[in-house]
């Protein structure tokens, strides 16, 4: 009995001595996101995905094509704008996943950041040139037909937003007016953005020589 013992805590002793050596030996795995930061990047996209389709939502093809001045964009145009970065941005973000991550950028409180974006990117005191491949081309015709493509981009970045495991949060991409931006941070950019240009389709709506119907 006496011998049973004693092999029974040297055996309890082996593996608690098994299980430190596994932990000392097996590379640290990059963390995912946590819940609180998902839901926010979660909310930003729906609120947003549902202000862009409210908002071209009943309007006639007359109203929706209609430019304030010969430089400006119609409604139809910058809708075919925020599509445009509802396909590239992604893609940016994923060629960054693929590089090696740099987690000495984050900052101590990468959240604040998140709230900066969703308050200060919507706002159009001031206003930027979209880049060439981000500018309308006229590749919708139909409205419905740019709804569906939009919808079906951003309800694919939603699914990716709520079921990955990858760490965002230590990838970055320079973004020229605000710095460098986390993977996460992009997207919740992209949501910013989406409402910066539902208010610029606002403007254009509210100008007083917008057609009736």
Not at 28 to 42: F, H, I, M, N, T
Not at 70 to 97: C, K, L, R, T
Not at 186 to 209: D, F, L, S
């Amino acid at each position: 009995m006496y011998v049973y013992r004693r092999n029974a805590t040297f055996n309890n002793m082996s593996r608690y001595l098994l299980s430190l050596l596994t932990l000392a030996v097996t590379p640290l795995v990059a963390q995912s996101l946590a819940q609180g930061e998902r839901d926010y990047a979660l909310s930003a996209l729906h609120a947003s995905r549902k202000l862009m389709l409210d908002t071209v939502s009943g309007l006639s093809e007359n109203q929706l094509k209609w430019k304030p001045a010969p430089n400006a964009w119609s409604v139809m145009e910058i809708a075919e704008h925020i599509e445009a970065m509802e396909e590239s941005m992604p893609q940016m973000v994923a060629a960054a996943m693929k590089g090696p991550a740099t987690p000495e950028k984050k900052k101590a409180d990468p959240r604040q950041t998140d709230y900066a974006l969703m308050k200060s990117v919507p706002l159009r005191d001031q206003k930027f040139q979209a880049p060439e491949n981000l500018q309308p081309k006229g590749r919708f015709t139909k409205i419905a037909d740019l709804e569906k493509a939009f919808r079906t981009a951003r309800d694919r970045n939603i699914t990716y937003i709520r079921e990955t495991k990858d760490d965002l949060r230590d990838h970055f991409i320079n973004q020229p007016a605000v710095g460098d931006l986390d993977g996460l941070q992009w997207y919740i950019m992209m949501a910013a953005h989406t409402e910066r240009h539902v208010n610029q389709m606002k403007e254009v709506i509210a100008n007083p020589a917008f057609p009736k119907k």
